[in-house]
């Protein structure tokens, strides 16, 4: 019986680019010392005004097909125009001063094949900066192997900080094809992120835990204006994006049981309220300004802690013990009565939690300014959740009784049955 050679599928690499023809050609060298037999280069110039073409005409490669607009159609266009131009089974958008590491096409390829439910791969990645020496890139990632998509929203809307570099990954064009291109509903700073989770509500995803990218960081880039300044609007973009995968969980069948519904309401009004927060950095008069929040926080603080108990304050070193009077304050972390800063880990601020306790704290009040930790901690979260109740929640404060009983299940503190079936 004859048998069929299997045939490698086409891969496209599509590289956006605007006036970097310094960092492009490396880039492009990266791409063209791929192992693997069947790719095409795909250059989106987005109406460069340096010598952008020059550089891509240096290489005189049949595989790379040069494209160049007529006039700057912007980021979130020329990135759908990869999409719109792509007419192999694999796409991956590199950004024009990344680089891919020789097996990337090669790995990324054998997973997905393997793996017919995964709509994308990704790898680990490493930062370089502008003389390709390595420095530190920033984020964490999940376990590897193949991921659910619904455990991957999951972990997202539970805290996780997950970072997803656009170099590294590799779509599958079917996918592409049904759930449709980049998106803009809340930022062009978060196209990648907004396509992703909308991918994972259907269908899995694959890390590869290899180091088959590199990242590079730079002033010049967009990610360091957005992400990187005081102002930046990437930290809301991304907000608004987890948001998203809340109602995208709300769409699974993960749904059906009403205490993980539960779960993702009360992650929803947590994340729509630190949503708010970083517009109201962006916007001041959005809603009160500092020292109207102190006021009123310090007022809800002494309505529901009696005098002469002691609580611990979770603000990030910022408020200080007069923030109480006549109640005795403990911060945390605190070394000798002191602030020592955030814990390294769920399990070190679990166990400093119940040391307070079990020497008398009766409360733990969560300031505005650590709200955060109510996304990263969520080992801590969960734990005062399901165990003690809370006793106040707004848009200042966050308060556990540390004295008191866990709530009843449906009383928004009982975590439901519904962690049991996530995968390890």
Same mark, same amino acid.
């Given at each position: 019986?004859?048998?069929?050679?299997?045939?490698?599928?086409?891969?496209?690499?599509?590289?956006?680019? +605007?006036?970097?023809?310094?960092?492009?050609?490396?880039?492009?060298?990266?791409?063209?010392?791929?192992?693997?037999?069947?790719? #095409?280069?795909? /250059?989106?110039?987005?109406?460069?005004?340096? =010598?952008? #073409?020059?550089?891509?005409?240096?290489?005189?490669?049949?595989?790379?097909?040069?494209?160049?607009?007529?006039?700057?159609?912007?980021?979130?266009?020329?990135?759908?125009?990869?999409?719109?131009?792509?007419?192999?089974?694999?796409?991956?958008?590199? &950004?024009?001063?990344? #680089?891919?590491?020789?097996?990337?096409?090669?790995?990324?390829?054998?997973?997905?094949?393997?793996?017919?439910? @995964?709509? $994308?791969?990704?790898?680990?990645? !490493?930062?370089?900066?502008?003389?390709?020496?390595?420095?530190?890139?920033?984020?964490? +990632?999940?376990?590897?192997?193949?991921?659910?998509?619904?455990?991957? *929203?999951?972990?997202?809307?539970?805290?996780?900080?997950? /970072?997803?570099?656009?170099?590294?990954?590799?779509?599958?064009?079917?996918?592409?094809?049904?759930?449709?291109?980049?998106?803009?509903?809340?930022?062009?700073?978060?196209?990648?992120?907004?396509?992703?989770?909308?991918?994972?509500?259907?269908?899995?995803?694959?890390?590869?835990?290899?180091?088959?990218?590199?990242?590079?960081?730079?002033?010049?880039?967009?990610? &360091?204006?957005?992400?990187?300044?005081?102002?930046?609007? !990437?930290?809301?973009?991304?907000?608004?994006?987890?948001?998203?995968?809340?109602?995208?969980?709300?769409?699974?069948?993960?749904?059906?049981?009403?205490?993980?519904?539960?779960?993702?309401?009360?992650?929803?009004?947590?994340?729509?309220?630190?949503?708010?927060?970083?517009?109201?950095?962006?916007?001041? #008069? *959005?809603?009160?300004?500092?020292?109207?929040?102190?006021?009123?926080?310090?007022?809800?603080?002494?309505?529901?802690?009696?005098?002469?108990?002691?609580?611990? *304050?979770?603000?990030?070193?910022?408020?200080?013990?007069?923030? @109480?009077?006549?109640? &005795?304050?403990?911060? $945390?972390?605190?070394?000798?009565?002191?602030?020592?800063?955030?814990?390294?880990?769920?399990?070190?601020?679990?166990?400093?939690?119940?040391?307070?306790?079990?020497?008398?704290? @009766?409360?733990? /009040?969560?300031?505005?300014?650590?709200?955060?930790?109510?996304? +990263?901690?969520?080992?801590?979260?969960?734990?005062?959740?399901?165990?003690?109740?809370?006793?106040?929640? =707004?848009?200042? *404060?966050?308060?556990?009784?540390?004295? !008191?009983?866990?709530?009843?299940?449906?009383?928004?503190?009982? /975590?439901?049955?519904?962690?049991?079936?996530?995968?390890?």
């Amino acid at each position: 019986m004859a048998t069929t050679k299997h045939t490698a599928p086409q891969v496209t690499i599509a590289i956006p680019t +605007y006036n970097r023809a310094t960092l492009l050609g490396a880039s492009l060298r990266s791409a063209l010392a791929q192992k693997y037999n069947d790719f #095409e280069i795909l /250059v989106l110039d987005n109406a460069s005004t340096d =010598n952008t #073409e020059a550089v891509v005409n240096s290489f005189c490669d049949r595989r790379i097909r040069y494209m160049r607009s007529a006039t700057n159609i912007g980021l979130f266009r020329n990135w759908n125009r990869a999409i719109e131009l792509n007419h192999s089974p694999y796409l991956v958008i590199l &950004q024009d001063d990344d #680089e891919l590491l020789p097996d990337f096409i090669w790995e990324s390829v054998a997973v997905l094949e393997r793996n017919p439910t @995964a709509a $994308f791969s990704f790898t680990l990645a !490493g930062g370089i900066d502008l003389n390709s020496e390595p420095v530190a890139l920033p984020g964490e +990632y999940p376990r590897d192997g193949l991921i659910a998509g619904t455990d991957y *929203l999951y972990a997202i809307v539970n805290g996780a900080n997950w /970072v997803i570099h656009a170099s590294t990954v590799l779509m599958r064009s079917a996918v592409l094809d049904e759930v449709g291109p980049f998106d803009t509903p809340h930022s062009n700073h978060s196209i990648d992120i907004n396509l992703y989770y909308r991918m994972l509500a259907a269908y899995d995803l694959i890390l590869i835990p290899r180091l088959l990218g590199r990242v590079r960081l730079h002033a010049g880039q967009d990610t &360091q204006r957005t992400f990187g300044s005081s102002r930046g609007t !990437g930290p809301l973009a991304t907000m608004a994006e987890r948001c998203d995968a809340v109602a995208h969980l709300l769409r699974s069948d993960r749904a059906n049981d009403a205490s993980f519904r539960q779960w993702l309401a009360d992650r929803f009004f947590h994340l729509s309220m630190r949503r708010s927060a970083l517009t109201h950095e962006l916007v001041p #008069e *959005l809603n009160l300004s500092w020292d109207e929040r102190i006021k009123i926080a310090r007022d809800e603080i002494v309505a529901s802690i009696d005098p002469g108990k002691t609580f611990i *304050l979770v603000d990030e070193g910022e408020w200080g013990a007069e923030i @109480a009077p006549e109640r &005795q304050v403990i911060p $945390f972390l605190e070394r000798d009565g002191c602030y020592w800063g955030v814990p390294a880990d769920d399990r070190i601020a679990i166990e400093e939690l119940e040391r307070l306790r079990g020497m008398g704290a @009766a409360f733990v /009040v969560f300031g505005w300014p650590a709200f955060w930790w109510l996304d +990263y901690y969520s080992g801590l979260r969960e734990h005062l959740r399901s165990r003690y109740p809370r006793v106040l929640s =707004n848009s200042r *404060l966050v308060v556990y009784n540390l004295e !008191g009983e866990r709530a009843p299940a449906g009383a928004g503190n009982d /975590v439901g049955t519904w962690q049991d079936g996530m995968r390890e």
